[in-house]
């Protein structure tokens, strides 16, 4: 299987075998262009990989994927596009797409499975948070895709619990104010420490300089880890999951892994202890292989 991954920077494409491995695999930077230089891109990508004529592709994208169709995506030029019809025409193969939230819950939820650290039919919910951010959630051996192709979009449920000076209508690419991906995504950190220091900063910097112990970039940690926090702890009440797993550019992750599961008693309802979090940095890699997972059922 022929898996590809268009996000926001870079597009990535690999073979991956049917047990999940990596047979072969490339990169390159998103074009500047529109939605015709994306499927070129992706389609040169992809044949660079010299595969065999017949072998379909699984593309992963930042988007809600419906009938094939990217109904919603912060990456404009796909948004509203028949992703899948233009992929099999540019690239002359049959091709198969995912939202990134249900390519990391799939990936993850296989692993685990296989590893007999979870059971097949337990729950597991996707948090995939990068420029944008996405959800899956993987039930009964399977990933749930509801009505419109939109389970565990969590990104644009509101912030739980704010704090007045949350209460900023901060907008969202969605067109709505005060989305949880206003404030969690990689964007949303950058935004909040320009906010208090009047520069701007990358989130892997941001992440970086709090590790080493910046008083200003440890603070704003702090308030997105809070916030992630609650939007967890929400995700429980709704899903009553059995692991939530974390992914993309999740800032510092394993601190992360190991400090929501204790906000979460002042948030939700029961004793949810039996909650696991699990953060990865994996990155597009869980994307490449949960997209070929979904493409090949079983």
């Known amino acids: ?11 990535d494409a690999a073979i991956i075998a049917d047990g999940g491995d990596f047979v072969s695999a490339t ?19 992809v044949a660079s990989l010299d595969a065999p004529a017949s ?3 699984a593309a992963a994208a930042p988007a809600i994927i419906e009938d094939g169709c990217a109904r919603f995506s ?11 019809r233009d992929l099999q025409s540019t690239l002359g193969r049959e091709a198969h797409c995912f939202d990134f939230g249900d390519c990391l819950a799939a990936s993850q939820a296989r692993a685990m499975t296989a590893k007999e650290s979870i059971a097949a039919a337990e729950t597991v919910v996707a948090l ?10 993987w039930a009964n051996g399977d990933i749930m895709t509801g009505a419109h192709g939109a389970v565990g979009n969590w990104a644009h449920l509101q912030l739980p619990s704010p704090v007045p000076h949350e209460l900023d209508g901060r907008p969202c690419w969605c067109g709505r104010s005060g989305c949880l991906e206003a404030f969690l995504s990689t964007t949303g950190l950058e935004d909040d420490y320009q906010r208090v220091t009047g520069e701007h900063r990358d989130a892997a910097d941001i992440a970086s300089t709090a590790a080493a112990g910046d008083i200003v970039s440890e603070s704003i940690v702090q308030v997105y880890e809070d916030r992630l926090g609650r939007a967890t702890a929400t995700l429980i ?3 009553d999951p059995h692991v939530i797993v974390l992914g993309g550019a999740v800032p510092l992750a394993k601190r992360m892994g190991e400090r929501l599961p204790r906000k979460w008693p002042g948030y939700v309802q029961v004793d949810r202890s039996r909650t696991r979090l699990v953060a990865t940095e994996a990155g597009a890699d869980l994307l490449l292989i949960g997209a070929a997972c979904l493409a090949r059922p079983g």
């Open 74 to 84: 912060a990456l404009v030029q796909l948004s509203g596009c028949d992703l899948r």
């Open 27 to 45: 990169s390159v930077d998103a074009p500047q262009g529109g939605y015709r230089d994306w499927l070129i891109a992706a389609r040169d990508l």
């Open 237 to 239: 009440s709704l899903f």
């Open 1 to 11: 299987m022929i898996s590809l991954v268009l996000d926001h920077d870079r597009i």
């Open 128 to 137: 995939w948070i990068g420029k944008s951010c996405h959800g899956g959630v």
């Open 55 to 57: 072998m379909p592709v």
